[in-house]
């Protein structure tokens, strides 16, 4: 099988994977370990993001990263630079609020202090 018209779908239950033709996607199909089904989506890669405006959750196929996503629950555009900017960044007490508590991504903050 030609691995470039494959993808990989991790099981939910036992997290193998699992080698999927791209036509096949959405078929129905088992996992080759556990023998579950395996989730009938498109299964390929997608973000998840939390609107900075209403704080809904929402997932956004990769496919359609740069289509401009809108948040599913207040329609406003979705901060998908976020994803991509360079790690890590620099907080301070001015940016604070836009870069921790507005953040469409979760955060892991690590705190130092000279004293």
Same mark, same amino acid.
């Given at each position: 099988?030609?691995?470039?018209?494959?993808? $990989?779908?991790?099981?939910?239950?036992?997290?193998?994977?699992?080698?999927?033709?791209?036509?096949? $996607?959405?078929?129905?199909?088992?996992?080759?370990?556990?023998?579950?089904?395996?989730?009938?989506?498109?299964?390929?890669?997608?973000?998840?993001?939390?609107?900075?405006?209403?704080?809904?959750?929402?997932?956004?196929?990769?496919? +359609? $990263?740069?289509?401009?996503?809108?948040?599913?629950?207040?329609?406003? +555009?979705?901060?998908?630079?976020?994803?991509?900017?360079?790690?890590?960044?620099?907080?301070?007490?001015?940016?604070?609020e836009d870069e921790i508590?507005?953040?469409?991504?979760?955060?892991?903050?690590?705190?130092?202090?000279?004293?």
């Open positions: 099988m030609n691995k470039d018209n494959t993808a $990989i779908i991790r099981c939910p239950s036992c997290g193998a994977g699992n080698r999927i033709p791209v036509g096949r $996607i959405g078929a129905a199909a088992k996992c080759g370990k556990c023998r579950k089904p395996l989730p009938s989506g498109n299964g390929l890669a997608e973000y998840k993001m939390r609107c900075s405006d209403c704080g809904a959750k929402n997932k956004i196929p990769a496919a +359609k $990263i740069d289509a401009g996503p809108k948040c599913g629950k207040c329609g406003q +555009k979705l901060a998908t630079a976020q994803l991509f900017k360079p790690q890590p960044v620099m907080v301070t007490d001015a940016n604070f508590i507005k953040s469409p991504l979760p955060v892991l903050m690590f705190a130092w202090a000279p004293w």
